[in-house]
């Protein structure tokens, strides 16, 4: 069986291993089908994870088949799912209140536990979602990093008509734009690659602009800063109109925040990390099974496990929407 596996920063490869253990008790064995690369694989792959293990098997964004359970599963062989890449203990004081996204005991798929880059993989119960029939594969595979953006406009109320900036074009605020427009919204792209502008264009009617473009007179009900960048999450800062509201989906270090502007202008500002499982990932589901929402240009390439080099290098260029590995 082949499995990816991450040996130190900087250092891949792909390894043959024998096939892995029986699942037991509430386990099953999944079979991946696809895989997509997520900026924490790349954060991992250049070490700027200081909770990263290794050696690790990366990966977290996935769908499969279930071909073998345990003896107190309760799902059957050849169920479809997507994969909760984040444990949770069910026992601590967020577990307790509904929040598992931030459980005290959280550990990562793919980050400090094996993640699914894997051509088959055992996973508990508690960590799977099955899929409709109707929502194929290619689209699925997307359920986990579009439930970061489904959980993150839950804190934000957008109606159509509203402007909407979008800081930051990659896989996640292209996701953002695609769904602000398909919310109603008119919504403005902002990133410093021409290449994700004509990448997000494709995903409705959305405005696209370089940030040295942005104007005095640009000003926003809700903006989106998906980029983590100091700059972007500072010029982010200054495009929110009084009364509007900031989502911070983006991980920037350390920033400078403009405290008495958002006294004075009555602004808020909202952070948010993954999502609530399993509520976010059933609206996610729900969203994509909508033939309106139009997400297929946020897949550039479907690249065969046995790539995987050419499919981290794209992802790494920073010149491509979501790469997929295919198993």
Not at 35 to 47: A, P, Q, V
Not at 57 to 63: A, C, D, I, T
Not at 282 to 309: C, E, F, W
């Given at each position: 069986m082949l499995e990816l596996n991450v040996k130190k920063p900087f250092e891949i490869e792909l390894r043959e291993i024998e096939s892995i253990e029986t699942p037991k008790?509430?386990?099953?064995?999944?079979?991946?089908?696809?895989?997509?690369?997520?900026?924490?694989?790349?954060?991992?792959?250049?070490?700027?994870?200081?909770?990263?293990?290794?050696?690790?098997?990366?990966?977290?964004?996935?769908?499969?088949?279930?071909?073998?359970?345990?003896?107190?599963?309760?799902?059957?062989?050849?169920?479809?799912?997507?994969?909760?890449?984040?444990?949770?203990?069910?026992?601590?004081?967020?577990?307790?209140?509904?929040?598992?996204?931030?459980?005290?005991?959280?550990?990562?798929?793919?980050?400090?536990?094996?993640?699914?880059?894997?051509?088959?993989?055992?996973i508990s119960t508690k960590l799977i979602l099955p899929i409709p029939d109707d929502l194929p594969d290619e689209k699925a595979v997307l359920i986990e990093p579009f439930a970061v953006v489904v959980s993150g406009f839950n804190k934000i109320s957008i109606k159509k008509g509203q402007t909407v900036a979008v800081v930051g074009s990659g896989s996640i605020g292209m996701l953002a734009a695609a769904l602000a427009a398909h919310l109603g919204a008119n919504v403005t792209a902002i990133d410093i690659n021409s290449k994700k502008l004509e990448m997000v264009k494709r995903v409705g009617d959305i405005r696209t602009v370089h940030p040295q473009e942005i104007t005095d007179e640009d000003k926003f009900d809700i903006v989106i800063e998906a980029a983590g960048v100091k700059s972007s999450v500072e010029q982010?800062?200054?495009?929110?109109?009084?009364?509007?509201?900031?989502?911070?989906?983006?991980?920037?270090?350390?920033?400078?925040?403009?405290?008495?502007?958002?006294?004075?202008?009555?602004?808020?500002?909202?952070?948010?990390?993954?999502?609530?499982?399993?509520?976010?990932?059933?609206?996610?589901?729900?969203?994509?099974?909508?033939?309106?929402?139009?997400?297929?240009?946020?897949?550039?390439?479907?690249?065969?496990?046995?790539?995987?080099?050419?499919?981290?290098?794209?992802?790494?260029?920073?010149?491509?929407?979501?790469?997929?590995?295919?198993?």
């Open positions: 008790k509430n386990e099953v064995k999944i079979r991946v089908s696809y895989g997509g690369i997520c900026g924490s694989d790349l954060s991992l792959f250049k070490g700027k994870f200081a909770h990263g293990k290794y050696p690790v098997r990366p990966g977290h964004e996935l769908v499969g088949t279930i071909i073998e359970c345990g003896e107190q599963s309760n799902y059957e062989v050849g169920t479809r799912v997507v994969i909760l890449p984040n444990t949770y203990c069910g026992e601590c004081e967020m577990c307790r209140n509904g929040r598992t996204n931030i459980c005290r005991n959280k550990k990562s798929l793919g980050i400090n536990m094996d993640g699914g880059f894997s051509e088959e993989f055992v982010a800062f200054q495009l929110i109109k009084p009364g509007g509201s900031m989502l911070a989906i983006g991980l920037a270090p350390e920033v400078t925040i403009p405290f008495t502007q958002f006294v004075r202008n009555d602004q808020s500002i909202h952070g948010t990390i993954t999502y609530n499982f399993p509520d976010d990932y059933l609206k996610t589901i729900d969203y994509l099974r909508n033939p309106d929402l139009n997400v297929a240009p946020i897949v550039s390439k479907v690249v065969p496990l046995t790539d995987y080099q050419e499919a981290y290098d794209n992802a790494l260029s920073g010149d491509f929407g979501k790469i997929l590995l295919k198993f």
